[in-house]
């Protein structure tokens, strides 16, 4: 069964031409799929023999909702996602002032192993798809009541490790007549896949590269990110000078303040002249509690000399606002438990 959500406009009508229909069709068929239509029956405006002939060949994909929670504190939602093959994934859509993010995955698990992370634990199951992703923007939208108006690629699983399908997904969110997320509203987290930052830079989209970089030294990275192994992070630099290069976008340095692993004053003052060197924005973030894992965020002391010595050295940084504390929703965390319970 072919699988319409993940096809471009022109692709539809290329599809709808060889069941001897008119182009025409796919316009209409693109628009009740951007509306959250999740059969071919809810396609009012479409003949009912084409409905017909489109269930017998192709599928729209769509997401069961598994659990919600909302933060009591921020307004914060967590969703937990079933797919179509019985496997779950989360995202999650925070509130600002200036409109809503969604914070997606683009893998069912994750394989690069980051010794701090609840979305590894069991490895990689699949990639998702480009629809699947869409759905996860489209059925977050539809249940908030309003626009979402930014994209952050930084839930379970590695972006860049699912290439095809993600970039694939970014073109489609991004068409006018889809969901219309413009390029620069969007946010790709890695944890430094160097081939990849090094393709996307050639695609320049105008999206934001966030750097999961989490510690200066390779060392201590490669203990946390065992992705940095046979990379190393001048390689992983280098790569980000590239994309910095090649797109004129600032980079994002994503950094989990962790107890006594990555946050000694030797270990800001390399962290701060990394940043210079690329031009890169730096993200603090308290590290968020996971059950199966040792780490412990920063303490108080220990985080306000570190930033001192960021601000001493001219980093341009900020600490994110912990949002969601009460529902999960660091990643992978409610796709864990729903594990756990299936395996009892």
């Known amino acids: 069964m072919i699988e319409l959500k993940s096809m471009f406009p022109e692709e539809l009508e290329a599809f709808l031409v060889s069941l001897g229909e008119p182009k025409f069709r796919a316009k209409q068929i693109f628009s009740w799929m951007t509306k959250g239509a999740v059969g071919f029956g809810e396609m009012r405006n479409i003949p009912q023999a084409l409905r017909d002939k489109l269930a017998q060949t192709a599928t729209v994909n769509s997401l069961k909702l598994l659990k919600k929670q909302t933060s009591a504190s921020?307004?914060?939602?967590?969703?937990?996602?079933?797919?179509?093959?019985?496997?779950?994934?989360?995202?999650?859509?925070?509130?600002?002032?200036?409109?809503?993010?969604?914070?997606?995955?683009?893998?069912?698990?994750?394989?690069?192993?980051?010794?701090?992370?609840?979305?590894?634990?069991?490895?990689?199951?699949?990639?998702?798809?480009?629809?699947?992703?869409?759905?996860?923007?489209?059925?977050?939208?539809?249940?908030?009541?309003?626009?979402?108006?930014?994209?952050?690629?930084?839930?379970?699983?590695?972006?860049?490790?699912?290439?095809?399908?993600?970039?694939?997904?970014?073109?489609?969110?991004?068409?006018?007549?889809?969901?219309?997320?413009?390029?620069?509203?969007?946010?790709?987290?890695?944890?430094?896949?160097t081939e990849g930052i090094e393709k996307l830079a050639r695609e320049n989209l105008q999206i934001t590269l966030a750097l999961s970089l989490h510690a200066p030294d390779d060392e201590t990275r490669t203990r946390l990110m065992p992705a940095n192994r046979g990379r190393g992070i001048a390689e992983v630099i280098r790569a980000c000078e590239s994309y910095f290069?090649?797109?004129?976008?600032?980079?994002?340095?994503?950094?989990?303040?962790?107890?006594?692993?990555?946050?000694?004053?030797?270990?800001?003052?390399?962290?701060?002249?990394?940043?210079?060197?690329?031009?890169?924005?730096?993200?603090?973030?308290?590290?968020?509690?996971?059950?199966?894992?040792?780490?412990?965020?920063?303490a108080p002391e220990r985080m306000r000399a570190f930033c001192k010595i960021l601000t001493d050295r001219g980093a341009n940084f900020t600490i994110r606002r912990s949002l969601g504390g009460d529902v999960d929703a660091s990643c992978g965390q409610l796709r864990r438990k729903r594990e756990l319970e299936k395996s009892e």
């Open 74 to 193: 921020d307004g914060t939602t967590k969703y937990l996602w079933e797919l179509r093959d019985g496997n779950a994934v989360e995202t999650v859509v925070m509130r600002y002032d200036h409109g809503m993010t969604v914070c997606i995955s683009s893998q069912v698990g994750c394989r690069q192993g980051c010794a701090f992370c609840a979305s590894t634990i069991g490895g990689l199951v699949r990639n998702l798809t480009a629809a699947e992703m869409l759905d996860e923007v489209l059925f977050s939208q539809l249940d908030q009541g309003g626009k979402i108006s930014n994209i952050v690629i930084m839930g379970i699983g590695e972006p860049l490790d699912n290439y095809d399908e993600v970039l694939r997904f970014l073109r489609l969110v991004n068409l006018p007549e889809g969901l219309n997320i413009g390029m620069r509203h969007i946010a790709l987290s890695t944890c430094g896949l």
């Open 245 to 298: 290069a090649a797109t004129g976008r600032r980079i994002t340095f994503e950094y989990a303040m962790i107890n006594g692993v990555n946050d000694s004053p030797a270990q800001a003052e390399k962290l701060a002249e990394l940043a210079r060197r690329v031009k890169a924005h730096i993200n603090l973030i308290p590290l968020n509690h996971v059950e199966e894992r040792e780490f412990a965020p920063s």
